[in-house]
């Protein structure tokens, strides 16, 4: 069956634009994460949906991060008035109810802030 | 604050020996540890799971221990191949409900035939 996929792959946004990101988990997986992966930084914890209940948004950096996730699969993480510190690689992780199972990533979407 | 390391950052094997990768964390109240293999601008696949109650995981030439008293993990690959060539990331997972992972900052593999 399909994995997670993400979309665009890459993303090159001006400074001060705002971008969207898009992630579709496997399909059934009530389970979604979002994460981001820069040089130095390593890979960061940003947001976590489980099912209907509240997300745990206490890894978002900023107020401009926000991420919603609708019908309970598809996500969209929103990046307002982008700075060139956003640049990295956004991943994507979705998993079933269960929580002794493992996290499935996506290939993730490359963000590039001139 | 729970903070993951691993060492080496970087290693470089002639094909065919085995070796260990370390992974420790500061904080001992964990539920599970993973390790993860990262391909160059790939996403991360997991290689092994190990819950909290366990003491290692086996995957083919891929072991894994977990010493949760001593914050420590290995992953120990067998016969290494130039195919392991990748990055293996290690994280914890805090959560008992399957929240957040919290990852290392890798060790960069590079296996020659």
């Known amino acids: 069956g399909a994995g997670v996929s993400q979309s665009p792959s890459n993303k090159v946004t001006e400074k001060g634009k705002d971008v969207e990101l898009r992630c579709d988990p496997i399909s059934g997986h009530t389970a979604l994460y979002w994460y981001r992966q820069s040089l130095g930084q390593g890979l960061e914890f940003l947001i976590y949906?489980?099912?209907?209940?509240?997300?745990?948004k206490s890894g978002l950096p900023s107020d401009r991060f926000s991420a919603e996730r609708t019908g309970g699969s598809v996500s969209t993480l929103t990046i307002q008035r982008t700075q060139q510190e956003d640049s990295a690689v956004y991943l994507c992780?979705?998993?079933?109810?269960?929580?002794?199972?493992?996290?499935?990533f996506g290939p993730g979407t490359r963000l590039l802030v001139l | 604050k729970q903070e993951v390391t691993q060492i080496p950052a970087a290693l470089s094997v002639p094909e065919g020996e085995n070796l260990v990768l370390n992974c420790s964390f500061t904080?001992?109240?964990?539920?599970?540890l993973q390790w993860f293999r990262q391909d160059p601008g790939k996403g991360l696949t997991s290689l092994l799971l190990?819950?909290?109650?366990?003491r290692e995981q086996t995957s083919g030439r891929l072991n894994a221990s977990l010493d949760k008293s001593s914050g420590r993990s290995t992953l120990y690959i067998a016969a290494s191949q130039p195919g392991d060539s990748a990055t293996y990331l290690c994280a914890v997972g805090p959560d008992p409900q399957g929240g957040k992972l919290i990852f290392g900052q890798g060790t960069e593999l590079s296996v020659k035939p």
């Open positions: 904080d001992s109240a964990i539920y599970n």
């Open positions: 992780a979705s998993r079933t109810g269960t929580h002794q199972e493992t996290q499935y």
């Open positions: 190990i819950q909290s109650s366990q």
């Open positions: 949906f489980q099912g209907n209940s509240a997300p745990d």
